[in-house]
C-alpha cells in the first residue's frame, strides 16, 4: 500500500553513532488491537439493523455499557449508526482518531477497549486496510462526532484465525461501540501565521499541496535543528502516542543553494497524512528527539544530522551521511 511504502522513508532509526538500524517489524511496531487479521474470508455486506442487536447504554465519547442479548448472532455484519456527528465526515484517506468499547457476543466478554489504560485511542487512514474492516468500514462516511454499533462475524473481526492475546476464538462474533473522535482531511495542515527563520537555515512553504524547502548556500549545521514556525494550542505529545504528520524532506547537501528543493518523499504527495508511534525508536531519532514535547497543532522546521537521521547508509534519493530537512505539521496525538 501507499501508506506502507511512504512510512518507510522515516520509520527507519538512527542508533548511536552514525549508523542506523531498522526497528523490530520492519519499523513500526504494531499498535494494540483491533489489528488486522492474517486470515480472513470473504467479508458479507454491511447492512444497517438486524432482527436482534446488542442494547448500548452511555454518551459519547465515554465507555459504553454493551447489552448483549440472549439469542444467538444471525452471522450478519451490521453498522449502525446511533448519534450523528456534526464534524467533517470520513472519507477514503482521510485520517481518523477512534474511541471503542469491545464485547464478544457468545460469553458476553469485555475486551479492552480506549477508554481505561489498556489500549490508546485507535488512529489509522480510512479505507487503506490498515485495522480490522469492523472499524475501517465502520467509519467511512460518518460525521466525527458520531457513535456506531459494530456487530462483526469473524469476516469481519478477526477472522478464522481469532485473537488469542484477547482470547477470541475463530468463531466469535465482536460487537464494538465506536466513536469518530476526530476527523483529519487528507490534505490537512495546520493553522496558524508562520514565523520566518534566520538566513542561515532553511524556508518552507506549506499549503495543500507538498510543503517546498529551499536550501541556503551554507554549510548544514551539525547539530539538530528544531524550529517551531507555527505554535499550536494543543497538548504536549508524549512518548508512547501515535501522532499524526503531514511532511516533506529534503537533503541539505543535494539542494544547496536551490529555491526549491527536490524532495526524497512528502505525505501530501501520498494523500493524506502518516500515522506514527513518537518517542519509542519508530522513527529517525531526530523526529523522536524534537516532536516529542511539542505541541498539537505545531509546524516545525527540523535539520536532522547524518547521527540522527540514516548514518552511514544510503538511501533512496537519500546519499550515505546526508543531513535531512523537514516540514512537519503535527496534526493530532492520540
Known amino acids: 500500500m501507499?501508506?506502507?511504502?511512504?512510512?518507510?522513508?522515516?520509520?527507519?532509526?538512527?542508533?548511536?553513532?552514525?549508523?542506523?538500524?531498522?526497528?523490530?517489524?520492519?519499523?513500526?511496531?504494531?499498535?494494540?488491537?483491533?489489528?488486522?487479521?492474517?486470515?480472513?474470508?470473504?467479508?458479507?455486506?454491511?447492512?444497517?439493523?438486524?432482527?436482534?442487536?446488542?442494547?448500548?447504554?452511555?454518551?459519547?465519547?465515554?465507555?459504553?455499557a454493551i447489552t448483549i442479548p440472549k439469542a444467538k448472532p444471525s452471522g450478519k455484519f451490521v453498522v449502525a449508526l446511533l448519534t450523528t456527528g456534526h464534524g467533517r465526515k470520513a472519507g477514503n484517506d482521510d485520517v481518523v482518531v477512534v474511541n471503542y468499547t469491545a464485547k464478544t457476543w457468545n460469553g458476553g466478554k469485555n475486551l479492552p477497549n480506549t477508554y481505561g489504560k489498556e489500549v490508546a485511542p485507535k488512529v489509522f487512514p480510512v479505507g487503506e486496510g490498515a485495522v480490522i474492516p469492523a472499524l475501517d468500514l465502520a467509519v467511512q462516511g460518518q460525521q466525527a462526532g458520531s457513535r456506531v454499533l459494530v456487530v462483526a462475524p469473524p469476516a469481519a473481526a478477526y477472522g478464522t484465525t481469532g485473537n488469542a492475546?484477547?482470547?477470541?476464538?475463530?468463531?466469535?462474533?465482536?460487537?464494538?461501540?465506536?466513536?469518530?473522535?476526530?476527523?483529519?482531511?487528507?490534505?490537512?495542515?495546520?493553522?496558524?501565521?508562520?514565523?520566518?527563520?534566520?538566513?542561515?537555515?532553511?524556508?518552507?512553504?506549506?499549503?495543500?499541496?507538498?510543503?517546498?524547502?529551499?536550501?541556503?548556500?551554507?554549510?548544514?549545521?551539525?547539530?539538530?535543528?528544531?524550529?517551531?514556525?507555527?505554535?499550536?494550542?494543543?497538548?504536549?505529545?508524549?512518548?508512547?502516542?501515535?501522532?499524526?504528520?503531514?511532511?516533506?524532506?529534503?537533503?541539505?547537501?543535494?539542494?544547496?543553494?536551490?529555491?526549491?528543493?527536490?524532495?526524497?518523499?512528502?505525505?501530501?504527495?501520498?494523500?493524506?497524512?502518516?500515522?506514527?508511534?513518537?518517542?519509542?525508536?519508530?522513527?529517525?531519532?531526530?523526529?523522536?528527539?524534537?516532536?516529542?514535547?511539542?505541541?498539537?497543532?505545531?509546524?516545525f522546521l527540523l535539520v536532522v544530522p547524518p547521527g540522527l537521521g540514516y548514518g552511514t547508509q544510503a538511501r533512496k534519493g537519500i546519499p550515505a551521511r546526508s543531513t535531512l530537512v523537514f516540514a512537519v505539521d503535527i496534526l493530532a496525538a492520540a
Open 165 to 299: 492475546v484477547l482470547g477470541v476464538s475463530a468463531t466469535e462474533t465482536v460487537v464494538f461501540v465506536i466513536d469518530v473522535a476526530k476527523v483529519l482531511a487528507a490534505d490537512a495542515i495546520v493553522s496558524g501565521e508562520q514565523r520566518s527563520v534566520p538566513g542561515k537555515l532553511p524556508e518552507i512553504q506549506v499549503g495543500h499541496s507538498p510543503a517546498t524547502i529551499s536550501v541556503p548556500d551554507t554549510a548544514a549545521p551539525r547539530r539538530l535543528v528544531s524550529r517551531s514556525l507555527v505554535s499550536g494550542p494543543g497538548p504536549k505529545v508524549k512518548t508512547g502516542q501515535t501522532v499524526v504528520l503531514q511532511y516533506s524532506g529534503a537533503v541539505w547537501e543535494a539542494n544547496r543553494a536551490k529555491n526549491r528543493a527536490s524532495l526524497f518523499d512528502s505525505s501530501w504527495a501520498q494523500h493524506h497524512p502518516i500515522t506514527v508511534v513518537i518517542g519509542r525508536g519508530n522513527v529517525l531519532k531526530g523526529w523522536d528527539k524534537a516532536l516529542v514535547g511539542a505541541k498539537v497543532g505545531s509546524r
Open 2 to 64: 501507499a501508506y506502507l511504502f511512504l512510512m518507510s522513508a522515516v520509520l527507519l532509526t538512527g542508533c548511536s553513532g552514525e549508523h542506523a538500524s531498522t526497528p523490530p517489524n520492519g519499523g513500526h511496531r504494531p499498535l494494540p488491537a483491533p489489528t488486522v487479521s492474517v486470515s480472513r474470508p470473504s467479508l458479507p455486506a454491511a447492512v444497517h439493523s438486524d432482527a436482534v442487536l446488542p442494547a448500548v447504554a452511555g454518551a459519547v465519547g465515554h465507555e459504553a
